[in-house]
């Protein structure tokens, strides 16, 4: 009997998963990864799949639901005896490893009231259900042996009764008692008998809450009827991430079909780069950051092996590359749905448009981390490079058609994304790039579209050129930024794709010919594009409402298929899919940020504020009251430097290019940084007892005491806008004040005057002399120029690295505008640091030239030093905003 796909809920640890119905049958399960061969397959073939099932004896009732906030399935069934609970889960641990034969699927039982006699069926198929096992009873286990695969049922029942033992199946029959308990612990790979049978439940929820709380941002408060369904979707992302590798699966499942008796059957239990950049857009949504970091070395890791030539739009969750395409003849399909797929022919398409979704990806983690490593870099600048290359060719587009290549509108403004991601990223962090020739091709890519991709005659942007097809994914071209939402070009592409495309609520991707047969269903990250379309126009009462219809589209529990039909209701496709959770998510956020933006005005200080603005009181900005004056750590300044540049990351908003220091204050988060900041005041500062640790703390304590002044004042612009502001605030200490004033030209310029003024930080006697460096290194001016929109490529100096590090800042600021050469004039453009602080670079300007030079690359470098002599010096205006990450100017904490 199969079971619609939308009455199934799902339980992972991060490796592989299952589906298990709302009766207590898990009838889809892969061993020992998502995308291994299944175990369990009732759901492409209820007669020869397997399933493992356990249900009350008789007549009965079930409602399945999850424990709030996990990934633990908990089904009450209730009997005219009594009722139960049956706990289904599989054990997580971000510690756990790959190759570990550690339990897989606990199934705990709890008898609440009453009494009822269960029955257990346990009918694995190894091998895609190629292989039925020889089933063996002994004491407290039951093993399943086919060839290689071994899997072990251990229970603890002291008193069963078998009903039924036949080829490969097996069923028990026991009876619980009010208050009584039953464990079975399903271990794929050779059984550990010495295993205590336990079952672990707390600790697995605590687990997924634990993570569900490690959530950073405004968007964390969001309350009301989404939070539950946020929260589900951001639990079931998390579950299709493979912790071994950091990929992310785009779903648990193979061959669900489209359509029902239908051949659109696929495999997703892959890694396509497109659908993961698309979770990591909701991840960062919600200040989930190390997942993005992951995912980003998982492909750097993947594309150093294969090279750039090869990359794929796919891969397995270990970064294999062949992913080749079979048949399973043998299985029926989930309803007489055939074929059944497993790998994936389109892992040799051609998609140009997942160049855009990394580079995209790239600038979010940086938005939202703070920094990109030097060592990515090259990656990405190659990424961009192919983007360059290939904009120009046909290829099969996001749909992975079987018709064609094509000239697909959406593959060239990925591109065009690629290339402006690449071109921010370099200038906010000095990278070396070819800037100017990415600048001339990402203009020459949008005048094409806009040239061949738009058709006057329907007044609509098109799937491909040279056609009058409608695609859905055009509704992204707002999003990206490719133009903005209020071009009457943008709003009649909205306007015929919801007239054309949408169908019974909810939008088909496109309505022309892609080379197969049959038909599909509305797809659902569709509607949720719509939304956010809908949103970002500021309609809205339109948007809530078709999130309302789309919303129908999830089940009981809150989880999205690929399609759905909306004429009867049911769920359709490959379950459950990244794409909808992903979409579910942005859409929600969009709704809200339009909100958010409708009620904002521009925020003005009271008189107040304003006068403390002007009156230069000094402000110490680390005396929140502790319960108990603990000790600080020498790494305090390196965990205070990191959490405030995720809380940084999670209140960044990508579209205004600001972040939300006023919600940040607000936040709780922020209140963990405070109590962690007071913990300064007892710092043993006789611990930095090198010039490598000095160096280090101060740098790091500079930044964030800059940023923390920032919050205080609500600086909106400059910092310029409040009196003395590098004077005036401060942190204690180990029981001394510092401000930036005193960290800078006190300590890490070894109390040199500070610039246009003949004064010094510490007087003769200050006592805080003696924590001055021992010899002054240049260097430090690069690292303390640090803000949102211009900040070196680290995040947070570490004195065991300080030397590299310091390097790396001295590279990204003089590649980010802080020199310019013009030869053609003889003229060098040199940031006013090289004014202010000559004599810290040199004691003549032709040293200063060759310390400055000694950073660039070496035709620069060759051509300064063989020109120094005649060159004409001038310096640029300063930019002293820190908080806009959208300008390419400087910016600067000093």
Known sequence: MYRPIGEYGIIGNMQTAALVSNDGSIDYCSMPFLDSPTIFAALLDDEKGGFFSIQPEGAFTAKQEYVSDTNVLASTFTTTGGEAV????????????????????HRCILMQSGSSDFVLHFSPRPDYAKTV????????????????YCLSLVHSLDSFRIIEQKEGSIALSFRLNAGEKAHFNLIYGNENRDMPLICNLQDTIDFWREWLRGCFGQNCALTGSYRPMINRSMLTLKLLTFHPTGAIAAAATTSLPETIGGGRNWDYRFTWLRDASFTLKAFFALGHIAEADRFIRWLHTTYRQYGSKTLNIMYSLHGEHMLAEETLDHLKGYRNSKPVRIGNLAHRQNQWDIYGEIMDAALRLSDYAGKIDEDLWPFFREICNLAKQNWQKPDDSIWEVRNGPAHFVYSKVMCWVALDRGISIAKRFGFK?????WISVRQTIQHDILERGY?????????????????????????????????????????????????????????S????????????????WLIECLALSGRINEAKKILETTMRAANHLGLFSEEFDGRNATLLGNFPQAFSHIGFINAVFAIQNAEDHKQAGEKKPSIIEHFNRLIPFKAT????????KTPSDEEIAVKLKQLLGRLQGAFFNNRTGRINYLAMKRSS?????????????????????????????????YNILIIHGVIEFDIQHSVLDVANFFGRISYTIGGMDFTPDDIEHGILRKNKPIPLLPLQSFSLFDKRKVF?????????????????SSCPPIEFYDYRLIDRQLDIAARSFINRNGVEVRKSTMTIRLSKIFQWYERDFGSSRKEVLFYLASFTDEDTERWIRKHADALKITYMPYNWNLNSALEAGEASAM
Request: glycine share 6%.
């Open 772 to 788: 001055m460096l021992e010899k002054l290194d240049p260097r430090i001016h690069f690292a303390l120029v640090c803000a949102s």
């Open 433 to 437: 790039a070819p800037l100017k020739e």
């Open 133 to 148: 096992p020889v089933i063996t009873n002994a004491k407290g286990m039951i093993t399943a042996i086919a060839g290689t």
């Open 513 to 528: 010919d892609d080379g197969l047969q049959g038909d599909e269903g509305g797809f659902i990250l569709c509607n949720f």
């Open 669 to 701: 988060r922020f209140a963990e940084y405070l109590t962690l900041a007071s913990h300064l005041r007892s710092f043993d500062l006789s611990t930095l007892d090198t010039d490598e640790r000095k160096k280090a703390f101060w740098i790091n304590i």
């Open 621 to 628: 900005l680390n005396n929140t009251p502790v319960e108990k």
């Open 86 to 105: 049956l706990f289904d889960f599989m054990p997580a641990s971000s510690e756990q490893s790959p190759d570990s034969n550690e339990d897989r699927i």
């Open 455 to 511: 058709d006057p005659e329907i007044d609509s942007f098109v799937q491909r050129y040279g056609s009058k097809d409608l695609d859905a994914s055009l509704l992204l071209l707002p999003l990206t930024g490719f133009l903005p939402v209020q071009d009457s070009r943008i709003q009649s592409t909205i306007r015929a794709c919801r007239q054309h495309l949408m169908h019974e609520g909810f939008l088909l991707r496109y309505d």
